[in-house]
């Protein structure tokens, strides 16, 4: 029931905050850890993605997901024709290994992409990781992906 408020609740804020300026459809490749190791879709201000994830949830310790969700995009920044920009978004993810196992967690997370060159970007941001019977892991979300662009 949560989960789907929050989904709600990103299309709400996507439609408040989303820009013409964006392109029209993006689908995107992503190389390292955010948001997943996979693909990307984007349309206007709102993505989906689904991947593999992995995250060091403790120093030396890999710990990896499947991860699939939704993106909000906003606020865009620069002048170029594909801008840089803020995003939020939230997403399922499913353990595979170590303590996840097998288990479901809800991923919360914030950041900002710059477009470096043509469709490379660059993205930083963090992720709140939620699980039952878990602390709440709040841990850094770098990426680097490479987008094509369609109006």
Known sequence: MKQSILFSL?????SAFSQSRFS????????????????????QG????????????????TTKFLKAGLTAWFLPVG????????????SYLRGINLDYEKENALGLEAGFRWMVWK?????????????????????????????FFFR
């Open 46 to 61: 709102v993505s989906v993605h689904a991947g593999y994830y992995i995250t060091a949830l403790e120093s030396g310790v």
């Open 79 to 90: 002048r170029k024709e594909n801008p840089s920009s803020f995003y939020a978004g939230a």
């Open 10 to 14: 990103l299309f709400v804020a996507t």
């Open 119 to 147: 469709g490379i970007n660059i993205r930083i941001g963090g992720i709140a990781l939620i699980a039952k019977g878990h602390d709440v892991k709040i841990n850094p979300t770098p990426g680097i992906s490479y987008s």
């Open 24 to 43: 029209k459809n993006e689908l995107s490749i992503n190389g390292f850890r955010n948001p997943s190791i996979g693909l990307e879709y984007r349309h």
